[in-house]
């Protein structure tokens, strides 16, 4: 089975930065995309970022505008491993950090989303 573990988050004060860790494991062949989702207190989970890997050597990304220029998602030199560097945090990005995944395994026809149990971020002013 496909299992995705979120990190690195905690409490940290507006202007300061974490950044947050996917690690996903099990049978996967290539994960073709990788996002992180966000979802405040009482409110419903919104994209952030993806990043989608074009080539061997080429990847793409997009961002939401309320975290364009502060948040950077990145894979990390393990294959299945993604990051979510976040600067200049503010109160409005308090909530839960999901990853989620896209990919083929070894015993399914199609690519399959796969999502993580989330990581909590507290921005204090």
């Known amino acids: 089975q496909v299992q995705l573990v979120e990190s690195g988050g905690g409490l940290v004060q507006a202007g300061g930065s974490l950044r947050l860790s996917c690690a996903a494991s099990?049978?996967?062949?290539?994960?073709?995309?990788m996002a992180w989702y966000h979802q405040a207190p009482g409110k419903e989970r919104e994209l952030v970022a993806v990043?989608?890997?074009?080539?061997?050597?080429?990847?793409?990304?997009t961002y939401a505008d309320s975290v364009k220029g502060r948040f950077t998602i990145s894979r990390g030199n393990a294959k299945n491993t993604g990051y979510l560097q976040m600067n200049s945090l503010k109160p409005a990005d308090t909530g839960v950090y999901y990853c989620?995944?896209?990919?083929?395994?070894?015993?399914?026809?199609?690519?399959?989303?796969?999502w993580g149990k989330g990581t909590l971020v507290t921005v204090s002013s």
């Open positions: 989620k995944i896209a990919t083929l395994t070894f015993s399914a026809s199609k690519v399959k989303d796969y």
């Open positions: 099990g049978p996967i062949v290539s994960i073709n995309d």
């Open positions: 990043i989608t890997s074009t080539s061997s050597t080429t990847d793409s990304t």
